[in-house]
């Protein structure tokens, strides 16, 4: 016969695994997409500043509520590299934000 403490304990441990283990991935995965950005190889320290700086000035169209930078939505971090490269490819941040706002409309903007 179980012990009433057997059976709390067996079903802690399943609620444990049950809550913690996609909690443990979802947090390796945004690891991951962080530090796939972070690695973006800019041309010189200003572009990577700015690329960041512009990032943090438009939203993301999913989260709504949250830039570029701070959103960990699989379309910020699209939009993320996309404006890392079109720093990296010359454009100026007016151009960039008119792409965006093309794109998404003015609520893009922050």
Do not use: W
């Not at 049950?18 to 991935?25: E, G």
């Not at 572009?47 to 949250?66: F, G, H, I, M, Y």
């Not at 930078?69 to 404006?83: K, Q, W």
């Amino acid at each position: 016969m179980k012990s009433i403490l057997d059976i709390f304990t067996r079903g802690f441990i399943q609620v444990q695994k049950q809550f913690l283990q996609p909690h443990f991935y979802s947090h390796f995965s945004l690891f991951a997409q962080a530090e796939m950005v972070d690695t973006y190889q800019f041309q010189n320290q200003d572009d990577r500043t700015r690329a960041v700086e512009l990032a943090k000035s438009l939203r993301c169209p999913q989260c709504q509520n949250q830039n570029l930078v701070e959103s960990n939505s699989p379309i910020a971090y699209d939009l993320r590299l996309e404006v890392y490269k079109m720093v990296d490819e010359g454009k100026t941040n007016q151009q960039i934000i008119d792409q965006m706002t093309a794109r998404f409309g003015d609520f893009c903007e922050l």
